[in-house]
């Protein structure tokens, strides 16, 4: 009876509100996929096509990838579950070798997810200094930093650069830690890192930037890249053409790489102290081997061919962006990235436009408030290099019969058309 007391609780927050309602009204929470085919998933016996999956590259069908997980099963078994402080199978060191390597980092600290991450590093870092966070920063960011506030730390949120260099001026504890999204995960943009570093740099502040959403999609620039992404899917900081000085750079592989990992680029003897600090290395479970062998298959087929991957992910992102702009209907992406939102018109009903994308097919990441402000409430759907030209088509199709049904905001002054 107490637990049910506390479901009801949780439901009646207004916190959860929309997604409560989604969940009991529409067919895409907690929907249970009975197989895929492709970028195709059967629910029942419904089969839609996904634009909610993350898997950036396609390296979650990717054959030699698939067939690198035995060897290393054999080898070590399916879960190695030591923790990190006490023993690490060679997988480990490997990996974040050759993680460095590809970031041009000077070390690298793996732990299975960014969640983690969050919520055991900012306290670490930050201890009784002072975190200034990005409003539009990912709510699991946002987790952390209450986490470290309840430790100690100070914490104020900041809307743009000039508010930043305001709150930085009148930061009175350190250290300093300056916590945001590198690629937005819902509007897709990719934030001016140097004029932050900028900022950060000036006032003795670091730079602690979580590139979920970057890492494997874009990278260094050069004259020979193949597509405006840059090359080798290296992440944020070498997009913008800069150094890690002061900064903390935050991935993960369960996107672009398809594998449970995540990892922070740091230099060594912060790295040694989190080790001991951060409690996922000693106290959680470690990531099963299947994971830490798609990590290394996926660096191999990023070495041969990610560029030329990356090259039909955006132009297959630059297809649908163009339909939508082309329409005059509002995306917040001016940065042409994979990741595509729609915000509905403010009389719209979400859950209404939800059954017609179930009824027409389409699998997608539903926004609702108070997860998102009113204005941005509507649907995401994310590109990925194993998606056809076909379901562009058919995505395009539905997104015009939409506009043309005035279900969509129309485009802003300022915005991408």
Request: net charge negative; proline share 5%; hydrophobic share 40%.
């Amino acid at each position: 009876m107490r637990a049910e007391q506390l479901a009801t609780a949780v439901d009646t927050d207004p916190r959860y509100s929309g997604i409560a309602r989604l969940r009991e009204e529409t067919r895409f929470y907690d929907a249970v996929i009975d197989e895929i085919d492709g970028r195709r998933i059967r629910v029942g016996e419904h089969w839609l096509t996904d634009w909610a999956s993350c898997n950036y590259l396609g390296f979650d069908l990717e054959p030699q990838i698939i067939g690198a997980v035995e060897e290393q099963l054999r080898r070590w078994g399916t879960h190695p579950s030591w923790s990190r402080m006490l023993g690490n199978p060679r997988l480990y060191p490997v990996i974040e070798e050759r993680l460095a390597a590809l970031l041009g980092a000077q070390d690298t600290l793996v732990l299975p997810t960014i969640t983690q991450i969050h919520l055991s590093v900012i306290p670490a870092l930050a201890g009784e200094g002072t975190i200034l966070i990005d409003s539009r920063a990912h709510k699991t960011i946002w987790d952390g930093c209450v986490f470290a506030r309840a430790q100690g730390a100070t914490l104020a949120r900041f809307r743009t650069l000039d508010e930043l260099a305001d709150r930085l001026a009148e930061a009175t504890t350190s250290p300093i830690l300056v916590c945001m999204d590198g690629v937005n995960s819902m509007t897709g943009n990719i934030p001016d890192v140097r004029r932050y570093l900028d900022l950060c740099r000036a006032h003795g502040a670091v730079l602690y930037i979580d590139d979920a959403h970057g890492f494997g999609v874009i990278g260094a620039r050069s004259e020979d890249e193949t597509s405006p992404y840059g090359t080798t899917g290296n992440s944020i900081i070498r997009y913008c053409g800069e150094s890690y000085d002061d900064v903390v750079l935050v991935g993960g592989f369960s996107k672009a790489y398809s594998s449970l990992l995540a990892f922070l680029a740091l230099p060594t003897v912060l790295k040694n102290r989190l080790k001991s600090a951060a409690a996922p290395y000693l106290y959680s479970g470690p990531s099963p081997t299947a994971s830490l062998a798609t990590v290394l298959a996926g660096f191999d087929v990023n070495a041969e061919r990610g560029d030329k991957l990356r090259a039909e992910l955006h132009r297959m992102s630059m297809r649908v962006l163009n339909h939508v702009r082309g329409l005059g209907v509002f995306t917040p992406n001016t940065d042409d990235t994979p990741i595509i939102e729609l915000p509905i018109a403010l009389d719209r009903d979400l859950v209404e436009v939800s059954e017609l994308l179930w009824e027409r097919g389409l699998f997608v990441t539903l926004a609702p408030y108070p997860g998102v402000p009113r204005d941005q409430v509507g649907f995401r759907v994310q590109v990925t290099a194993a998606n056809t030209d076909e379901q562009i088509d058919e995505l395009n199709a539905v997104i015009g019969e939409l506009a043309a049904a005035g279900v969509f905001q129309e485009a802003r002054e300022g915005s991408a058309s």
